[in-house]
């Protein structure tokens, strides 16, 4: 196996490799009875060998559904790509058959879910589970597929893999759960993992234990990995580089020690500004980002966050905003250039090191 390039490798590479996945002028529409809206609009990513992107921003900012699109599991009477592609490893997965779909997904790429209780079968055994997709994917006769198994269950660290391997859902943790989805996902080794907020449902102790499980699968394998999530903490922790959406719109793009250092867009300052401190006082006051995000089919004309931006002029209501390169990031910003001096959220760390505790730990501005 080979190892994955560290942080910094990954991201300069990212431009002279060819990416295991490209996402290019994604659009989605949903059903929504009365009408057809769109939730996705225009987005586009690459990810490199080795290389992990973290997508994130608020709950229906378009993250899930971006990560559905990619795996053809958008619901079919109420969901569509409506345009765009989507490239892995070379193939345009909006071009296959169902048919053909199903055979990549669980080889060439795999996802863990969010709730693995209900995306695990609660009538077969953990291990019935793991080795049909070995067996589907690989060719392979039972006894080499539940040989697989039993080996991919101690590789994701559950203890007496044998017998556990005959065990059902229900009769494991929340946690171990999670590290049979994990066994799941990665028992035929595929070179792009989609992780859907694979920690949210986990308290903090076993959430650090998954994060370390799939970080140390990723680099075991040299996988390419989208992780989706919610928390900016998580972000820091696993991600070489981070799409920041809204609305159903990719509003930045940056490296992760850029995005915590020099925000580029006022939506993510805003989220930066909403994490919670770890000290009681003036650092344990949670700030909030005014307003809600607007719904499916109802995104103001401009940028789609203007109503709930303090820094929002009058060209920032009137047409649509397109990502604009800024040094090494990219932001749907007009204002960017405009937006007033920051303090880092870091004090300056080698460029090749990642300190989440530093990061987590920043002092955090004064609303504006």
């Not at 943790?173 to 049979?180: I, P, T």
């Not at 159903?248 to 300052?269: C, I, K, M, N, W």
């Not at 929002?312 to 990031?329: F, R, S």
Request: proline fraction near 7%; charge should be negative; hydrophobic fraction near 40%.
């Amino acid at each position: 196996m080979t190892a994955s390039p560290t942080t910094h490798d990954a991201v300069s590479d990212a431009t002279t490799v060819r990416p295991v996945l490209e996402v290019r002028g994604l659009f989605v529409e949903i059903d929504t009875g009365d009408q057809r809206a769109a939730v996705l609009s225009d987005v586009g990513f690459s990810i490199a060998p080795g290389e992990t992107l973290g997508l994130v921003g608020e709950s229906g900012s378009g993250k899930t559904m971006t990560a559905k699109a990619i795996m053809g599991l958008l619901p079919r009477l109420t969901a569509r790509v409506t345009g765009g592609e989507i490239v892995l490893d070379g193939v345009d997965l909006l071009g296959l058959s169902t048919k053909q779909l199903r055979e990549i997904r669980g080889d060439t790429v795999a996802m863990i879910f969010q709730e693995p209780m209900t995306s695990l079968n609660p009538a077969f055994t953990v291990g019935d589970q793991i080795a049909e997709t070995v067996r589907r994917h690989r060719g392979v006769s039972k006894k080499a597929a539940w040989a697989r198994t039993v080996e991919v269950l101690s590789d994701v660290g559950i203890a007496a893999a044998e017998r556990r391997s005959r065990s059902y859902p229900h009769e494991f943790s929340g946690g171990m759960r999670q590290r049979v989805m994990i066994a799941m996902a990665l028992c035929c080794e595929p070179a792009l993992l989609i992780a859907d907020e694979p920690t949210t449902a986990l308290d903090v102790t076993v959430q650090a234990q998954v994060l370390d499980l799939i970080r140390h699968m990723r680099e075991a394998l040299g996988m390419a990995m989208l992780f989706v999530t919610h928390d900016l903490g998580v972000i820091a922790d696993v991600s070489d580089r981070v799409v920041v959406m809204y609305a159903g719109q990719v509003v930045e793009q940056s490296g992760v020690l850029d995005l915590f250092r020099r925000p580029a867009h006022p939506y993510t300052e805003a989220l930066l500004n909403s994490m919670p401190g770890v000290e009681a006082g003036p650092r344990g006051t949670l700030l909030s980002i005014p307003g809600q995000p607007p719904a499916a089919g109802d995104f103001p004309v401009g940028c789609r966050f203007h109503q709930r931006c303090g820094y929002a002029a009058e060209e920032c209501t009137t047409a649509g905003i397109p990502l604009t390169v800024v040094g090494a990031q990219e932001t749907r910003c007009l204002l960017h250039t405009d937006l007033p001096s920051r303090p880092p959220l870091v004090d300056l760390v080698p460029e090749d090191e990642i300190v989440p505790e530093v990061l987590l730990d920043a002092e955090p501005r004064e609303p504006r």
